[in-house]
């Protein structure tokens, strides 16, 4: 399978007509810095099927974001947005809110598309258990979380504040246990090497 994906530059068949049951939704759940991002956008590389399942956010847009990973809003409209309970559920992080919209979950459980989220452990808690009763088109990988010293040095590349990069540190320190012991059924994946042989790999495995 892994050599149909590297040859046909498809995430899980050949055939023009994608069947309707190998919809999915794919996580990629780790810290930030951990190359999700990068991750994600090989991947949407690899398929003509795959697309970000987007996400609603009151912080900035940056460079990296990928095509359709966000609606940018300013904070009035998010909390008119939770007034009327459109989100399945909301995060706050680094200072900023997310919201993802049960219409867009139920749309990536049943489209013919793969759709793809980068997400945080407790969003992805929330989205497991969304999701029950088709918990099996919701593949969910771990992005392990570099040495601290990678961490910041990627994260100053990106640009991110001394005191962002000091926060974001701190949050994400325990996340790869709380994977581990988690009841989600995480594929753990490394975060060094090449990220098109990352992602190849991801998706030889969906």
């Known amino acids: 399978m892994a050599d149909a994906l590297e040859n046909r530059k498809s995430l899980v068949c050949s055939s023009v007509e994608r069947p309707q049951e190998e919809c999915m939704i794919l996580s ?25 399942l987007g996400s609603v956010t009151t912080r900035v847009p ?17 909390a008119a947005y939770m007034a009327q ?6 995060v706050s992080i680094h200072g900023s809110r997310y919201g993802t919209r049960r219409t867009s979950l139920d749309r990536g459980l049943l489209s013919g598309d793969i759709e793809i989220m980068m997400l945080v452990p ?10 029950k009763g088709l918990q099996h088109k919701v593949k ?11 961490l910041r040095r990627r994260l100053t590349i990106r640009g991110d504040s001394e ?18 012991e988690s009841l989600i059924p995480y ?8 990220p098109g042989d ?3 790999i991801i998706a030889s495995m969906v």
Not at 187 to 194: H, I, K, L, R
């Open 198 to 200: 990352i992602a190849r």
């Open 122 to 131: 407790d969003a992805m808690e929330r989205l497991w258990k969304y999701a």
């Open 62 to 78: 940056r460079p990296s974001d990928l095509p359709g990973e966000y609606e940018y809003i300013d904070a009035k409209l998010f």
């Open 28 to 52: 990629l759940v780790g810290a930030s810095g951990s190359g999700k991002t990068t991750i994600a956008r090989e991947l949407l590389g690899l398929s003509s099927y795959a697309r970000m």
């Open 140 to 150: 969910p990988f771990f992005i392990n979380t570099p040495s601290e010293e990678e």
């Open 187 to 194: 594929c753990m994946v490394s975060n060094q090497g090449d």
């Open 163 to 180: 005191e962002d990069i000091a926060r974001r540190v701190v949050e994400c320190r325990d996340w790869g246990l709380l994977a581990r």
């Open 85 to 90: 309970d459109v989100f399945e559920w909301t």
